[in-house]
């Protein structure tokens, strides 16, 4: 079936040229049209922009636009494949801002990888949109890049980091509702120490969320290629030595397997296959499996399930429980540009979260997360954005 959808999919591109277009919002079939679209008339709407910036939000496409960019350096499980081979997915992106939140959104495939460059370029690009989508690009750029461009005015939100921590974080409430296992207890193991891993490791531990309200999860273990992330290490990068500061605070040390014992979660952003039923009896009873590498999750549900697990989602379409950062960007921007905001905080993101995991009813072991494809998902996700959102915060004053 994997394959048929490879040849399936590239049948489709090839046959429609790539999944989006421009369409006119207004008529063009005669002189006196041609005079309110373009010349003469198109100079009120310019003279009243250059008077007032904040009328391009009222009279052209900036207020429900979104620039979804890359620079083809970390695409889905595919690498660094560069820019022009990354378009695919990020006309992908543009289209199911299209079809989830009616957002026109449009593919950048910028042709660096250079941070600097990145940055600039990015600025340069920005008046023209109500937000901007970063999307594929490695870590540790990924981070800095992100930071720099809180000040421009517009939400900059890295999708693969806080987007699928933010579905993580609803699948996690939601299973604690169905278990006796209370956030803040936890033991949770996270194997992928990159983008989306450390994102997730922040969200669950509160890192961004000082006055205590949010149940933060107090035993973190991240583990990358060489096994746990520890103070014992002396080959940790700074991004990753910084981690040490709310995870990993018992100083356990060795590889995946090893600090996996006794967890109550897993959470795999890693590659596929890397556990085996032995690695789940080794866990704490009843354990949380979050195996989302795609296309083959690190271990297949009907294994986990056999070996104990009480709770197994993945990151795949054709299984329960697909944990999927689908299930948020179109919300969260739909609902940033809807309210005018300037950034995502994290407010907005706890608040998404809590909205996306509330939004599942018939909560079952196999239904804690809602479907990519609800139809209800997106408005919810919205309007918990709208609600949160705050005058300026100073998170978005980051530069």
């Not at 250059?50 to 009279?59: G, K, R």
């Not at 517009?154 to 609803?170: E, R």
């Not at 271990?299 to 990151?315: H, K, L, N, R, S």
Request: hydrophobic share 45%.
């Amino acid at each position: 079936m994997r394959n048929d959808y490879y040849q399936r999919s590239y049948d489709l591109h090839r046959k429609s040229a790539g999944k989006i277009c421009v369409n006119l919002k207004v008529e063009v079939n005669n002189s006196d049209d041609l005079s309110l679209v373009y010349t003469p008339g198109v100079a009120r709407p310019c003279q009243a922009i250059h008077e007032n910036p904040q009328e391009a939000w009222n009279l052209t496409i900036k207020g429900n636009t979104v620039a979804v960019i890359t620079d083809g350096s970390a695409v889905l499980g595919l690498g660094n494949i560069g820019p022009l081979a990354a378009m695919p997915v990020m006309e992908g992106k543009s289209a199911l801002f299209k079809k989830f939140a009616n957002i026109d959104a449009f593919p950048i495939c910028l042709d660096t990888q250079d941070t600097e460059e990145l940055i600039k370029t990015i600025r340069h690009l920005a008046p023209t949109f109500g937000g901007i989508n970063l999307e594929d690009i490695a870590a540790p750029r990924c981070f800095e890049i992100e930071r720099r461009l809180q000040d421009l005015g517009i939400p900059v939100f890295h999708d693969d980091q806080h987007g699928t921590a933010i579905a993580v974080l609803a699948a996690m409430i939601n299973a604690s509702r169905l278990s006796s296992k209370a956030m803040q207890d936890l033991k949770v193991v996270i194997c992928g120490a990159g983008a989306a891993g450390t994102a997730i490791a922040r969200l669950l531990a509160g890192i961004d969320y000082p006055d205590g309200t949010f149940p933060a999860v107090k035993d973190i273990i991240l583990c990358d290629s060489k096994g746990a992330v520890s103070d014992s290490r002396k080959d940790l990068s700074d991004e990753k030595r910084e981690l040490l500061e709310f995870t990993n605070l018992n100083h356990a040390q060795g590889s995946l397997q090893d600090v996996l014992k006794g967890a109550d979660v897993f959470i795999g952003v890693s590659k596929g296959n890397l556990l085996n039923q032995d690695d789940i009896r080794s866990m704490a009873d009843s354990p949380w499996i979050f195996a989302m590498a795609n296309p083959t999750p690190e271990i297949m549900p009907e294994d986990a399930y056999d070996a104990g697990a009480g709770i197994v989602a993945t990151g795949r379409s054709d299984l329960p429980n697909q944990i999927n950062n689908a299930l948020v960007f179109p919300g969260i921007f739909r609902g940033a540009l809807d309210a005018g905001a300037t950034c995502i905080t994290p407010k907005m993101k706890l608040a998404a979260a809590q909205a996306l995991a509330d939004s599942v009813v018939d909560l079952s072991r196999d239904k804690i997360i809602p479907h990519v494809l609800d139809p209800h998902v997106c408005a919810v996700v919205a309007k918990a954005v709208v609600d949160s959102v705050e005058p300026v915060s100073p998170e978005c004053l980051v530069n």
